[in-house]
C-alpha cells in the first residue's frame, strides 16, 4: 500500500467516526454502552492511545527511539493495555478525550506524511496495525449504535449538542488564533 492510498483510507474512517458521533450529547458519549461493552468515550481513549502507539512504532521502525513496541500479537498485554488506557482517561470529560483524540490523530497524519518513502516502506512492514484499523471498527461500532438512537430520537440526529464536530472547529478555530 502507499503512502497516500494509507492516509485516504485512514482520513475515510476518521470521517466515519465523526459523523457517528456528531450531534450526540456528551453524556451519551459517556454512558451509552457499544456493542463491545465499550462506552463511546473509552472506545475514543482507546483510539487516541492506539494513535499514540503508532506513533511510537513509527519513530523505532525510522530509528528515532531504541525502545522496541510490544508483541503486537500479545492479546493478552493489549487487552490490559487498553483497560489502562481507558481508566486514565476515565478522570477527563468527555469534551477533554474528544480533543486530545483530534491532536493526537493529527500528529499522527502529520508524522506519516513527513516520512520518506524508505521509511514509511519500514514502518509498513514492521506494524501489522498500520493506519488504525481500529477507527474502522469503532465508526462501525458507533454508527450501528448511532442508527437505534436515532430512531428513538430522530430530531437528535440533526442537532449539535456537543457533538464531535463542533469540538473539532472549535479546537480547529483556536489553533489558528494561536498561529
Known amino acids: 500500500m502507499d503512502k497516500k492510498t494509507l492516509l485516504d483510507k485512514m482520513q475515510f474512517d476518521w470521517q466515519r467516526l465523526v459523523s457517528a458521533v456528531e450531534g450526540v450529547p456528551h453524556d451519551e458519549l459517556e454512558h451509552v454502552i457499544l456493542a463491545d461493552g465499550r462506552s463511546i468515550k473509552a472506545a475514543c481513549s482507546v483510539l487516541t492511545a492506539w494513535d499514540g502507539e503508532t ?41 477533554g478525550v474528544m480533543i486530545d483524540m483530534i491532536g493526537t490523530r493529527r500528529r499522527l497524519l502529520e508524522l506519516i506524511e513527513s516520512l520518506d518513502e524508505t521509511q514509511f516502506e519500514r514502518w509498513l512492514a514492521t506494524d501489522p496495525h498500520a493506519g488504525s484499523p481500529r477507527f474502522a471498527e469503532t465508526a462501525s461500532l458507533v454508527e450501528q449504535w448511532r442508527e437505534t438512537w436515532n430512531a428513538a430520537q430522530p430530531s437528535a440526529g440533526k442537532k449539535l449538542l456537543g457533538g464531535l464536530k463542533r469540538l473539532i472547529f472549535h479546537h480547529r478555530d483556536t489553533e489558528t488564533r494561536r498561529s
Open 55 to 95: 506513533m511510537r512504532r513509527i519513530r523505532f521502525a525510522t530509528g528515532e527511539r531504541a525502545e522496541p513496541p510490544h508483541d503486537p500479537h500479545d492479546s493478552e498485554y493489549w487487552s490490559a493495555w487498553a483497560a489502562r488506557q481507558i481508566e486514565i482517561k476515565s478522570v477527563m470529560p468527555v469534551r
